[in-house]
């Protein structure tokens, strides 16, 4: 689905580290160029201009300017192009991309003893990490500026799994009810979850042998959990309350402004001893291109994922084209520790279509396939050459012309040997010959996905087993060191002027401060060139060529702290 840079909005741009600056300060940096301000390219920036009108009208006008003046560009990304304050949302670039909307799917990756179960959560992360996508309206954030940087965490209840192995994962927050599927009655008639596995018969017994939980709300917390401390009751839910968060109508969230809309759905009251802590650090590292890199983790439960962004895009009739960017290899599932230790998923992205542009409705199809594939040597196992791997393919579906969009997707889980290559050109479910076929899945991927074991005989889509359920799936939301705690670089202390200022609707006061940080990127981009000076990443190192960044020590004590760190607001 739609990636942080690669999917619907171009990001970051360049900028230099001065030596002897302050390192957790993120020194001096450059202005981005996502689809912003190019600052090496010595042509004119084109500018839209504002119509003074900040309501739909007025913006759909901005829009099809926008749309005019960008026909012919082979890439937008490496376009200087300003945009109006009116048609941004208050939220950091940065801070909108991240692929962890579903952090409870991203830390149950390794729960399984079973190689094939572990490539189905992986595919369940895939589907639910862009669901913003699906929740709300694609928007425009702030382009990053080189060096800007993004700091995150996330408590979340794992999910658990029901004693019927025709179900799904069971999600226990951040959904609008609970799938009654699940749901039993205990003598006293209260409704109660089972968490026993029942996906296969070998895990019947093993670690997800859970007791029944009551439903109850999800515990509140008043602050972050570290490994030492624990939410406690009674504070206020996390919600993407903050500014920076909230959204306007051509937004995210519900009609409110916020990210979550429904219930939550948790285990017992003391379920927040249950809870595990995600930790998110990104970073802009490049300008020309625009590129940034990223890594979280969850060390309790021995899942890290790391990542450059960078993409490309191009208007094709009335909709922006999106696609990866060179140095974009995908996302890149590590497991560190438990059952799948030493397992590699890296995960591509596919191709996203941003339509609506003339109705002002902004929505994403996605096209071609996004390929995920198992590597790496597991703890104790043999190995090497000719070793037998598991790889996914999830097609989407071509839209049809006429009608509305279908969102369908299949998919296959098919095997492979590493040291071969011939499966490379299996790109399609059709191209996947049966003998190396282990299960095929359908369905919508903004809907249901179910899936059934390739020697399984044929049965109506009710008798196979549900893969995943998006339907009633909400974005969990991050929480983030209060503006006094942040460093001068990190996005939401950057950009709060703008901000405030968007959120108040002060639209000429907020594209005033925006010009005067990308006139100060500028600046300090003119003299880090007439100096010779490179821009050096703080928490990244420089060499990103494989596409699996690696954090310099300033970066492992950034996220350390994110680990640790009691504060936090959403």
């Known amino acids: 689905m739609a990636p942080k840079d690669k999917d619907v909005t171009p990001t970051p741009t360049l900028a230099v580290?001065?030596?002897?600056?302050?390192?957790?300060?993120?020194?001096?940096?450059?202005?981005?160029?996502?689809?912003?301000?190019?600052?090496?390219?010595?042509?004119?920036?084109v500018a839209v201009p504002d119509t003074g009108d900040a309501g739909e009208g007025g913006k759909l006008k901005m829009i099809v300017q926008l749309l005019k003046r960008c026909l012919g560009v082979k890439d937008l990304a490496a376009m200087r192009l300003s945009l109006p304050a009116s048609l941004l949302e208050p939220i950091p670039n940065l801070e909108y991309w991240h692929y962890l909307d579903r952090p409870d799917l991203f830390v149950s990756i390794n729960d399984s003893e079973d190689p094939f179960e572990r490539m189905l959560a992986v595919i369940r992360f895939t589907f639910t990490k862009d669901l913003k996508f699906i929740r709300g309206k694609v928007v425009k954030p702030y382009n990053s500026v080189l060096g800007e940087h993004f700091r995150a965490h996330w408590d979340v209840l794992p999910v658990e799994y029901s004693a019927d192995p025709l179900q799904a994962p069971i999600h226990r927050q951040h959904i609008t009810s609970p799938p009654p599927s699940i749901l039993g009655k205990t003598s006293k008639g209260e409704s109660v979850l089972s968490f026993r596995s029942g996906t296969s018969a070998k895990r019947a017994s093993s670690i997800f042998d859970f007791a029944a939980a009551r439903v109850t709300p999800l515990p509140k917390s008043a602050g972050p959990a570290s490994p030492e401390q624990t939410p406690t009751n009674g504070a206020a839910d996390a919600v993407e309350s903050n500014l920076a968060a909230q959204v306007s109508s051509l937004s995210l969230g519900a009609a409110s402004g916020s990210f979550e809309s429904g219930g939550a759905v948790s285990g017992p009251e003391d379920a927040a001893e249950e809870c595990v802590r995600v930790a998110f650090l990104t970073e802009q590292v490049s300008h020309h291109p625009p590129v940034s890199a990223y890594h979280a983790a969850c060390p309790a439960r021995g899942v890290a994922l790391t990542g450059v962004d960078q993409?490309?895009?191009?208007?094709?009739?009335?909709?922006?084209?999106?696609?990866?960017?060179?140095?974009?290899?995908?996302?890149?599932?590590q497991l560190t520790a438990g059952p799948g230790e030493g397992e590699k998923y890296q995960i591509t992205h596919p191709i996203a279509m941003v339509n609506g542009m003339l109705r002002g409705s902004f929505y994403v199809t996605v096209g071609e396939s996004t390929i995920i594939t198992c590597s790496g040597l597991r703890t104790g196992e043999a190995g090497g050459e000719g070793s037998e791997r598991l790889r996914a393919i999830i097609e989407y579906k071509e839209e049809p012309w006429i009608g509305g969009p279908r969102f369908a997707v299949e998919?296959?889980?098919?095997?492979?040997?590493?040291?071969?290559?011939?499966?490379?050109?299996?790109?399609?479910?059709?191209?996947?010959?049966?003998?190396?076929?282990?299960?095929?899945?359908?369905?919508?991927?903004?809907?249901?996905?179910?899936?059934?074991?390739?020697?399984?005989?044929?049965?109506?889509?009710?008798?196979?087993?549900?893969?995943?359920?998006?339907?009633?799936?909400?974005?969990?939301?991050?929480r983030v060191r209060p503006l006094a705690r942040q460093h001068a670089y990190e996005s939401r202390r950057l950009w709060e002027s703008v901000t405030s200022n968007l959120l108040t609707k002060e639209y000429g006061e907020a594209t005033r401060n925006k010009q005067a940080i990308e006139q100060c990127q500028r600046d300090k981009a003119a003299e880090r060139k007439r100096k010779g000076e490179e821009f050096i990443p703080v928490f990244f190192e420089r060499d990103i060529e494989s596409g699996m960044p690696k954090l310099t020590p300033e970066g492992v004590k950034a996220l350390e702290e994110e680990l640790k760190t009691t504060d936090g607001e959403s």
């Not at 580290?17 to 920036?45: K, M, Q």
């Not at 993409?311 to 599932?333: H, K, L, W, Y």
């Not at 889980?413 to 010959?433: D, F, L, S």
């Open 411 to 478: 998919g296959v889980v098919h095997t492979y040997r590493e040291g071969e290559h011939t499966h490379e050109e299996w790109t399609k479910v059709k191209h996947v010959p049966r003998s190396a076929a282990v299960a095929f899945f359908d369905g919508s991927w903004r809907g249901r996905v179910r899936w059934r074991r390739a020697d399984a005989p044929p049965a109506p889509a009710e008798e196979q087993a549900l893969l995943l359920d998006l339907t009633p799936l909400q974005i969990v939301p991050k």
């Open 17 to 45: 580290h001065d030596a002897d600056a302050n390192r957790s300060s993120v020194a001096e940096e450059e202005a981005h160029g996502d689809v912003e301000e190019d600052l090496e390219v010595e042509a004119e920036a």
């Open 311 to 333: 993409i490309s895009a191009r208007v094709s009739g009335t909709s922006v084209r999106v696609s990866p960017g060179s140095q974009n290899r995908g996302i890149f599932v």
